[in-house]
């Protein structure tokens, strides 16, 4: 051996390990507000670049028996023109209304692309799986399964590591770090039971903390990937050893772009499907009703969902589907930005393993459960262990729940978003394909909060954040109609109806009783599943003891609250120890040129002369760009936005655009 070589190789990989932890941490748009531990870089969510203008339109056999067929092309051929498509080419859908009596597979590098969103329309009657699939398989996750043990090189910042072996490893594989559960702050058990699928394996969960990472170079057992670890994994004691399930994207740089999914509840279980795709993306749909879910993202790297309206669903109950936008499966790097999200159950839910995410100026409006009760749905949900170092930005709903029902998580930062605190409910709250009458609405009167930190999820941040509404106020003091008096619904009422931030183990009030409602621009540390003064979680065992009463104060005891404003207080509640001066962003430089003529920043405490509910928020808030489409946008006789992104944010005039489809049923139930 060559002793001065192999001090030479080794010295550069110890040294390169050394500072990339101090590089991960450089200066950040959040610095000197948040804490570097608890944070990361969000600047490059979404897919690398933006998402790609391809130009290039199929023209193999394949595409033109399909283009020449038009709208009366079959399953069978346009699932023959995707597969045909050259890389960095689009499958180009004409105007019409086109039979989907199954599935479209799109392959990777290839977009499948129609005329507009009131143009092309894929009518949906298959009866499982997806309308349209973006990869297929995934992390082959699960004990023993193409996984290798991390032997050195888990830190924070990292962007190298040394594994047991490279077998299966090669540039462009896909890595799924994780670690062993640390009891200390990660768990799948909760009162309400174990999540045993919350890590996307068969090992009963044990693994439900990590991230996605992208090979860069293989040398000896030295692996080199992007991006940095978002925090250290098996470091702490018991989590060891850290693990890098190895897996080939199900498909890389596919897109959906300009047309309408016209669904029918003949039993998918979701329209799109994204399932180990890397940089794939979803841009400018409409998805008009859905089976199940809208998008389900599983095993996601660095893909992308904007600028698009997801409307209405056939269920409006928890299970199986929340006809949500869901994040699964340790997917990161992932941008949802600038959609709207209209009379869902929930409106985007963060679950498994989530992590490094952005969610940003996203709408939601109108989520029911058609079980009839008027409560909130949340807009943005956590529901299942173990999301982190997710960032939501700008976005305007009802609240954002961290809830407690499937386990833990850390780490997630809220930034000047509004959360109302209510929803308008239309009638009717039915499942399956209505009229939606909107001049006959009410407001929620259950759960009406705005932030939900339950017990499980620690090291929240909370900043720049405007909490209630104009409506909020309308379901306080008088609530008429909104669940008062006998209501079965109703739990006991609150001596003061309103109040900044309610912690455990203070009496949390669910709903109105006796002429008063009880809104919480804050609260946490309780579990989702029960109200009262947080007993279940005083009596609930935990910890790495398994002790009793181990979760108490853990999610109030870590997190961070700074400059927000809620109409509670009718003022803005400052750390004193922090800077009041605030980023615009916390992942953007500049503002985005879809914003337009909309301020920037949208909303927060140091904006002034916002119109939206201005009495009540008192300036601090303007409408985002995706809210300004939405209350522009005309309704169709069914109640749906005429939606057309073109309008909305690419520069297009309402009088060049086509007429909405005729001829589609409609059946109220």
């Not at 760009?625 to 109640?639: F, I, L, N």
Request: charged share 10%; net charge negative; proline share 5%.
């Amino acid at each position: 051996m060559n002793r001065k070589q192999w001090f030479s190789s080794s010295s550069i990989l110890l040294v390169l390990l050394l500072v990339i932890p101090a590089a991960a941490h450089a200066q950040q748009a959040w610095s000197g507000i948040l804490a570097p531990s608890r944070a990361i870089d969000w600047t490059t969510a979404g897919v690398p670049g933006g998402v790609p203008n391809r130009t290039t339109i199929c023209v193999t056999t394949a595409c033109a028996a399909a283009t020449s067929a038009g709208a009366n092309a079959t399953l069978a051929q346009l699932n023959a023109a995707l597969a045909s498509c050259p890389s960095g080419s689009v499958v180009l859908l004409a105007a019409g209304r086109y039979s989907i009596t199954g599935t479209l597979q799109i392959p990777s590098n290839c977009t499948l692309r129609g005329a507009g969103t009131l143009q092309t329309i894929l009518n949906a009657t298959g009866t499982s799986g997806a309308v349209i699939q973006m990869g297929k398989g995934g992390a082959p996750y699960g004990a023993g399964i193409q996984t290798t043990n991390i032997t050195f090189g888990t830190t924070a910042g990292s962007t190298s590591i040394v594994v047991a072996s490279t077998s299966g490893i090669s540039t462009g594989t896909l890595l799924a770090i994780s670690e062993l559960n640390d009891p200390t702050y990660v768990t799948v058990t909760t009162p309400n039971g174990t999540c045993g699928w919350c890590d996307g394996s068969s090992d009963g969960g044990a693994r439900a903390r990590g991230q996605i990472v992208e090979v860069a170079g293989v040398s000896g057992t030295t692996v080199t990937f992007t991006p940095a670890l978002y925090s250290n994994y098996g470091v702490a004691t018991g989590t060891s050893p850290a693990q890098a399930t190895y897996f080939q994207p199900g498909a890389k740089y596919v897109g959906v772009e300009s047309l309408q999914v016209y669904a029918n509840g003949t039993g998918y279980g979701q329209t799109f499907s994204m399932d180990g795709c890397a940089f794939c993306w979803i841009k400018g749909v409409f998805d008009n009703y859905t089976d199940g879910d809208h998008v389900d993202v599983y095993w996601g790297f660095h893909d992308e969902i904007r600028d698009s309206y997801f409307s209405n669903a056939y269920s409006h109950t928890s299970g199986g589907s929340d006809s949500d936008v869901s994040l699964l499966d340790k997917t990161s790097g992932t941008l949802i930005e600038n959609n709207i999200l209209e009379r869902l159950h929930v409106g985007i839910m963060i679950n498994w393993g989530a992590a490094g995410n952005v969610v940003a100026y996203n709408y939601s409006y109108g989520n029911f459960d058609s079980g009839g009760a008027p409560v909130i749905l949340a807009s943005i949900d956590f529901h299942g262990a173990h999301p982190q170092f997710n960032l939501f930005e700008g976005n305007v709903g009802n609240n954002i729940t961290m809830d407690s029902f499937w386990g833990s998580g850390s780490n997630n930062t809220t930034f000047r978003n509004l959360f109302r605190g209510t929803d308008t409910l239309a009638s009717p709250l039915s499942a399956g394909r209505n009229v939606v009458n909107w001049s006959s609405t009410q407001l929620a009167g259950q759960q009406t909060r705005g932030i939900t930190v339950a017990f499980p999820h620690t090291n929240a941040n909370l900043v720049g954040n405007v909490l209630g509404s104009y409506d909020q106020t309308q379901v306080g003091p008088t609530c008429t109609g909104y669940d008062c008096g006998t209501s079965p619904w109703a739990y006991n009422a609150g001596s003061a109806p309103y109040t900044s931030t309610l912690l455990a183990p203070a009496t949390r009030y669910y709903g109105c009783h006796a002429n008063a409602c009880q809104f919480q621009a804050v609260n946490i540390g309780y579990d989702t599943g029960s109200d009262g003064s947080g007993t279940s979680v005083a009596s609930f065992a935990g910890g790495p003891s398994n002790a009793v009463g181990y979760w108490v104060g853990k999610a109030s005891g870590s997190t961070f609250q700074h400059g927000n404003f809620d109409t509670a207080s009718s003022s803005i509640i400052w750390n004193g120890s922090t800077t009041e001066a605030m980023p615009a962003s916390f992942y953007r430089s500049s503002k985005p040129t879809w914003f337009g003529s909309v301020p920037w920043p949208a909303i927060g405490p140091d904006v002034t002369g916002g119109a939206m509910d201005s009495s009540t928020l008192a300036g601090h808030v303007n409408a985002i760009p995706a809210e300004v489409c939405y209350s522009s946008t005309p309704r169709d006789a069914y109640g749906l936005k005429q939606f057309d992104p073109s309008v909305c944010y690419y520069g297009a005039s309402a009088a060049s655009l086509p007429v909405a489809p005729t001829g589609l049923k409609a059946t109220a139930n």
